[in-house]
């Protein structure tokens, strides 16, 4: 190989090479990224209004669930606590799943018992399953015990609560008597 094919073969070699680097540049040029002031993803995400106490009653319905009680269906509460059995289970003696089993759970000590490992939250807040906070809890879980491990949103509508909180209480060997309404 002579000289002068080594040096088209080199001039080729450099000659793409610029190529790339003028295309490297324009590229740059026309096309530069808009680099994020701090790097990441912005996830919006609801507040709550308030913490403790304030926020649970700020997430309190706006139904006092004495009278709720008194027009709620077991069936429909079956039916609704569907949307629970994916977390739950709510057979006598039925297993823990990503939740506790519910069974016999209306009027039980709250963040205890059960064979569950409860959050650090639920079991600070002591206390028993009333229907008053059971009512308060399915609404906004994170609203009435914030901190807890519990990632459903809560059910919005005071009637399906109420069939909710009837179903459940039927699930126990000893129901406790529903409260009748004051007023």
């Known amino acids: 190989m002579d000289s002068f094919e080594l040096n088209k073969i080199l001039g080729a070699v450099l000659g793409t090479c610029l190529i790339l680097l003028v295309t ?45 009680l008194q027009t709620a269906s077991v069936e429909k509460g079956a039916s609704a606590a569907k949307k629970c059995g994916a977390c739950h289970t709510f057979e ?40 008053d906070d059971l009512n308060k809890f399915i609404a906004n879980p994170k609203g009435f015990i914030p901190g807890t491990a519990m990632g459903f949103a809560g059910i919005p509508k005071d009637s399906e609560r109420a069939d909710v909180i009837a179903y ?13 309404a004051s007023k």
């Open 24 to 68: 490297s540049f324009t590229a740059s040029a026309l096309f530069s990224p808009k680099m994020p002031e701090k790097p990441g993803f912005e996830i919006a995400v609801k507040e709550d209004a308030g913490h403790g106490k304030e926020g649970a009653a700020a997430a309190a319905p706006s139904e006092p669930i004495e009278k709720l």
């Open 92 to 131: 006598k003696g039925g297993p823990n799943r990503v939740g506790p089993n519910l069974f016999g759970i209306v009027g039980e000590p709250r963040g205890e018992g059960r064979g569950f490992n409860f959050s650090a939250a639920m079991k600070a807040k002591g206390g028993t399953w009333t229907f």
């Open 168 to 180: 459940l209480n039927s699930l126990s060997d000893h129901p406790q008597p529903l409260p009748t």
